[in-house]
């Protein structure tokens, strides 16, 4: 019949780009707690808010750890379907020239 399949490789290679700055990102989230907590200081010489980020920091840590497994899951799969398709789209041309 001739019907041609579109694969958007070009969105998966951009989605795996992306995803790859999002993981960077989280990676160094942790490393940015103190510059916050130095830079909310003590007002007033009141440090709870200075506090309650390191806290807010330390709880979110372990989830954040968790979402950063699941995105790097993720743009596995993305990476290794992107090749598959690339693979494959090869060797059809291939048959498609023996043929």
């Not at 795996?16 to 989280?26: A, F, K, Q, T």
């Not at 160094?28 to 506090?51: F, M, N, V, Y």
């Not at 596995?76 to 398709?85: L, Q, S, Y």
């Amino acid at each position: 019949m001739g019907d041609d399949i579109a694969i958007p490789l070009d969105s998966m290679a951009e989605l795996s780009s992306v995803l790859g700055s999002i993981i960077s990102e989280y990676e160094s989230a942790g490393d940015k707690t103190a510059a916050l907590e130095a830079a909310i200081g003590s007002p007033h010489q009141d440090r709870r808010l200075a506090t309650a980020a390191g806290e807010f920091e330390a709880a979110w840590n372990d989830k954040r750890e968790t979402q950063r497994r699941h995105l790097e899951e993720m743009k596995k799969r993305i990476d290794e379907t992107k090749a598959a398709w690339e693979e494959l789209d090869v060797e059809l041309a291939s048959a498609a020239k023996e043929s």
